[in-house]
């Protein structure tokens, strides 16, 4: 007997069918004896169509209407689930983030969580009773409904699991694991059975959308394991949470040292939400670098990697960076108007490029893995535009074009390819 | 200057161009001054689709989640009004059931109010706040959400009306008022200007739509004053409330002693929900009523009029009586059932009937109301298959067929045309 916390997203609650779904999921897990909390989000589509309203309603509108609004998607699905859960004969109620209630600042939209009582699920979990709790959400200082933010519903499993200190957050998604790189581009791809925070924490960062960053990084700080596992098998067909053997189709998210056999690279991630700006002949004196980086933080549009040739003739120097497609044309914009102040002579831009990183907790004691990359990469006649590094994570810029020979090359580089 | 409550139902915010209305029409009373609380509902089909969802999970569903579900919908619409008039310069805030917090009991599904705290909307008013209210909700002495029946934000408002000791609590739909009877058979129906709480009650029950029953009990335990106004008219062209003059377009429903010119037949009311049973040779013997109409109680079936004929014979008699149309199957069974018991010789049974029903608080002190009734329908050759009356209102049962020229017959006769 342990207590578990199951989260499932949108998607997996998408319809009343597939809430009844959910039910058998959390009925399997009641079965085995464990205490069970149960995270919902809104059924897909939902929260979209209330943020419409508010948006048809006024653009600009009040955070802690926004949030009221919103918040309403997750009531509904607690309270289907905890219905489809006393058909089939489990005890449960369904818990809105003011009733337990789940704390949180007043940065309505965005909200943290301060605190969470879990007082009264336990004494729930100690008459057998399932709680239901509406992820996404909590409650201001002022009594406000407040929600934690889009995606915010892994942060809300994460939390619950550390305030009723449970053995393990389990994520149901639309995929069975976290997987050594994207199944669609390398078939070789595998599932990991085990990844350390920071290794997710990098790769929910780079790209992939398995976990949302902040639950990571709550889950890292109070050492809560998760485990990501898939919500579209026959619930009956999964082996309960901790059912005492290895043998668990998924992946643990976990401390790096509960990890026995640590590959030296776990994952490679891409994302192609990059665009690079070169500006051609910048003058190379002091200085430059304030007066192009000024105007873009003045303008919230955040800098990711930056590339500074060396100066030729000692006067000028080309100059390279990447920023979020979304605010590529800002940046445009930004540096077209600050061009007297800078000085350059051209600025070019380009949406077709795409980064790529590898990560893993053993680069930190293995020596080597950049210069296997760019050597692996030179073979195939694949340019680097950009790098940079972390403790753990090598990311590089290259040409869109070359996003699946590359990913493809290094998965197999670095021992990520199934047998 | 004034504090006075409105109340929107579904069709008047079943979209965000309507709830933009709606922000309008409390716009110009805030603009006269008045301090204002709103009521709403949820939006047009909202709740039938929530409701929609709790059947298709569990037939038979928890009656608490099934409350958890379905008051989303008004908390939906209470975020996008507020946001609505915020947008037009007009303060104003949501308040959930739990957050006034509007008490109930736990009679899920169907709560009565006990306790409203108006104090934190009383501050509010004060800092020239609107407090925009979700209707038809409230929370249980354990912290769950109850919601109080459908049709329940008109009774929602009148309560809050009489919490915060409000002048007035508007009912926006969709008539201007209340008619001396149904506009669509009769063209020279009128709008009253007031009608007496009694005779609103009698209205309710007997088949106008306009306002519930228990919002109606509720304004009159309070004396709370209730005008019927309409939504669909452009707001700025309807006079704000209680600006003093008399001309405001729409219905009081008031104390009997504030009505000067009492008439003393207010309406003419009709409900087609009636069925006819008629027992034929029934043995006319002590204890037959009994052995018919307990029966029909277990069952839960209501039965409202009855008839008996004198008996020719001193034998036999036949007994007429009616029941909702939903239970007439069911009656005609259960009676059936009951055949060897009761003793009779046929059982007849029709849906053909019409309930007509003259209400005015005037009959308490004139005599001839019912005489001048019979005369009138006996000149048109309608025959009058049963009658029941209280101090207030007389109804008889007719051919469905005569209800038109019935209606207008009555209406003509007491005085109530238009001229």
Redesign the interface.
């Known amino acids: 007997m342990a207590r578990i916390v199951m989260k499932f997203g949108g998607t997996s609650v998408a319809s ?1 069918e597939r ?2 779904t959910v039910a058998r999921h959390v009925a399997r897990e009641v079965n085995a004896g464990h205490e069970v909390a149960v995270i919902v989000s809104a059924m897909a589509g939902k929260t979209n169509e ?1 943020i419409g ?2 948006r ?3 653009p600009l ?2 955070a ?6 919103v ?3 997750e ?2 699905t ?3 689930l ?3 859960l ?2 089939i004969g489990v005890s449960a ?2 818990w ?1 983030g ?2 337990i209630p789940i704390s949180t600042d007043d940065a309505h939209g965005a909200a943290r969580i301060t605190a969470i009582n879990g007082a009264a699920l336990i004494e729930r979990f100690k008459e057998g009773q399932v709680a239901v709790i509406a992820g996404f959400q909590g409650v201001s200082p002022k ?3 407040t929600t934690l933010g889009r995606g915010g519903s892994d942060t809300s499993a994460v939390a619950i699991a550390a305030a009723v200190n449970a053995a393990r957050c389990d994520i149901y998604t639309d995929v069975d694991g976290v997987y050594t790189t994207d199944p669609r581009i390398v078939a070789a791809a595998r599932r990991l059975d085990r990844i350390a925070y920071e290794e997710m924490l990098e790769m929910a960062s780079l790209g992939a959308k398995v976990l949302q960053t902040r639950s990571v990084e709550l889950a890292m700080n109070h050492h809560v394991k998760v485990m990501v596992r898939s919500s579209f098998e026959a619930p009956e067909s999964l082996a309960p949470a901790l059912s005492g053997n290895e043998g668990l189709v998924g992946t643990l998210v976990c401390d790096e040292d509960e990890i026995v056999e640590q590959q030296i690279v776990s994952g490679i991630a891409y994302s192609k939400d990059e665009a690079k700006v070169t500006l051609v002949k910048v003058e190379d004196k002091p200085g430059v670098a304030a007066r192009v980086f000024g105007p873009l933080a003045e303008s919230n549009i955040n800098v990711d990697m930056i590339v500074q040739n060396v100066s030729e003739d000692g006067r000028y120097t080309d100059m390279t960076f990447t920023v979020p497609v979304a605010d590529f044309k800002r940046a445009e914009k930004v540096i077209s108007a600050a061009k007297e102040e800078i000085g350059y002579k051209e600025l070019r831009g380009s949406n077709d490029v795409v980064k790529i990183s590898v990560i893993g907790v053993g680069m930190r004691s293995h020596a080597g893995v950049a210069a296997q990359m760019f050597r692996a990469l030179a073979d195939k006649g694949i340019n680097i535009q950009a790098i940079t590094t972390s403790e753990i994570k090598i990311s590089i810029l290259i040409d869109a074009a070359y996003t699946e020979l590359a990913v493809r090359t290094l998965h197999s580089v670095y021992g990520l390819d199934k047998n």
């Open positions: 009343v809430i009844k209330l309203w508010t048809e309603t006024a509108h009040d802690r209407e926004y949030d009221t609004v918040a309403s998607g009531q509904v607690t309270g289907l905890a219905i489809a006393l058909e109620r369904s809105q003011w009733q009594g406000r409904i």
